[in-house]
């Protein structure tokens, strides 16, 4: 689709190049003395539809896109006779509402990322279909809990997932309060009455400690352990034998799913133990 993306999961050269098309257009139009009814047929024929195409693949923030649409709105909105400081409701408001119709290129990215998950995600057999089920399953994993990752609250656990698709879609979907039923098998659960160790951590800590948050996240995926019938004997009280040193068992009943590896620091461990 050309777009760039490093191995790292990083948009920063597509959020570049994008912006950089954008200047050369608003350049190019401000010597080119257009009329307001081209200017505007310019902005919405040219211009938005190529901000808009492969926005379903990219992991943008709502600040990436308003540094890629600043220079078009700049100087579109002035050739179009609109003072440039209008408010952006009015701006990207539909023609129906009295606004001016012009796609908010984050808004768009989420809907088409929604629209991909629905579309791609449950059954289809395609190439996309297996990569965003991948990337789903991975993020409920990273994330730790019972239930899949887009029902989990992106306030509390946003900071255990990394940057990239499905944090996207997480942060879209808590930013403007939508809830996704997705298909996603959760972590199944070792007994009866089970507690998954990052829902204690998170009731346990103060809400702002999120390093406390990360360093407990980066230890127990390390020892490749959900809940804490993963970390105790069969009575739920006793700590198996070297959980608290970062030894990690030699059979898990959790073979059949895989984490990433991390490499906790002193730390790290420190926050663990006293946890």
Same mark, same amino acid.
Request: aromatic share 10%; glycine share 6%; hydrophobic share 40%.
């Given at each position: 689709? +050309?777009?760039?993306?490093?191995?790292?999961?990083?948009?920063?050269?597509?959020?570049?190049?994008?912006?950089?098309?954008?200047?050369?257009?608003?350049?190019?139009?401000? $010597?080119?003395?257009?009329?307001?009814?081209?200017?505007?047929?310019?902005?919405?024929?040219?211009?938005?539809?190529?901000?808009?195409?492969?926005?379903?693949?990219?992991?943008?923030?709502?600040?990436?896109?308003?540094?890629?649409?600043?220079?078009?709105?700049?100087?579109?909105?002035?050739?179009c006779g609109t003072v440039r400081t209008l408010s952006h409701p009015i701006v990207f408001g539909p023609e129906e509402l009295l606004g001016l119709g012009i796609h908010e290129i984050y808004m768009t990215q989420g809907i088409m990322h929604l629209q991909a998950l629905s579309v791609h995600g449950p059954m289809d057999p395609s190439l996309t279909g297996k990569l965003i089920r991948g990337l789903m399953e991975q993020a409920s994993v990273d994330v +730790?809990?019972?239930? !899949?990752?887009? &029902?989990?609250?992106?306030?509390? =656990? +946003?900071?255990?997932?990394?940057?990239?698709?499905?944090?996207?879609?997480?942060?879209?979907?808590?930013?403007?309060?939508?809830?996704?039923?997705?298909?996603?098998?959760?972590?199944?659960?070792?007994?009866?009455?089970?507690?998954?160790?990052?829902?204690?951590?998170?009731?346990?800590?103060?809400?702002?400690?999120? !390093? &406390?948050?990360? &360093? $407990?996240?980066?230890?127990?995926?390390?020892?490749?352990?959900? !809940?804490?019938?993963?970390?105790? =004997?069969?009575? +739920?009280?006793?700590?198996?034998?070297?959980?608290?040193?970062?030894?990690?068992?030699?059979? !898990?009943?959790?073979?059949?799913?895989?984490?990433?590896?991390?490499?906790?620091?002193?730390?790290?461990?420190?926050?663990?133990?006293?946890?």
């Amino acid at each position: 689709m +050309g777009m760039i993306i490093n191995p790292l999961g990083s948009w920063k050269a597509q959020r570049d190049k994008m912006r950089m098309e954008m200047a050369s257009w608003a350049e190019t139009c401000r $010597i080119a003395n257009l009329s307001r009814s081209d200017a505007i047929v310019e902005l919405k024929t040219r211009v938005l539809p190529r901000l808009l195409y492969g926005l379903e693949t990219t992991s943008f923030r709502e600040r990436d896109c308003r540094y890629i649409m600043a220079p078009a709105l700049k100087v579109g909105l002035n050739l179009c006779g609109t003072v440039r400081t209008l408010s952006h409701p009015i701006v990207f408001g539909p023609e129906e509402l009295l606004g001016l119709g012009i796609h908010e290129i984050y808004m768009t990215q989420g809907i088409m990322h929604l629209q991909a998950l629905s579309v791609h995600g449950p059954m289809d057999p395609s190439l996309t279909g297996k990569l965003i089920r991948g990337l789903m399953e991975q993020a409920s994993v990273d994330v +730790g809990l019972e239930s !899949s990752v887009l &029902s989990c609250s992106f306030v509390k =656990f +946003g900071s255990l997932v990394a940057h990239g698709w499905v944090k996207t879609v997480w942060r879209f979907c808590s930013e403007f309060n939508l809830i996704v039923e997705d298909w996603i098998p959760t972590i199944p659960p070792l007994r009866e009455r089970e507690q998954y160790i990052m829902q204690c951590a998170q009731e346990s800590l103060p809400a702002n400690d999120t !390093s &406390s948050i990360v &360093s $407990i996240h980066t230890c127990r995926r390390f020892l490749q352990v959900f !809940s804490l019938a993963d970390i105790t =004997f069969g009575n +739920g009280r006793t700590l198996i034998d070297g959980i608290l040193n970062g030894v990690r068992q030699m059979f !898990s009943f959790r073979t059949e799913i895989h984490f990433v590896t991390t490499y906790p620091t002193a730390a790290d461990w420190r926050v663990w133990r006293s946890f």
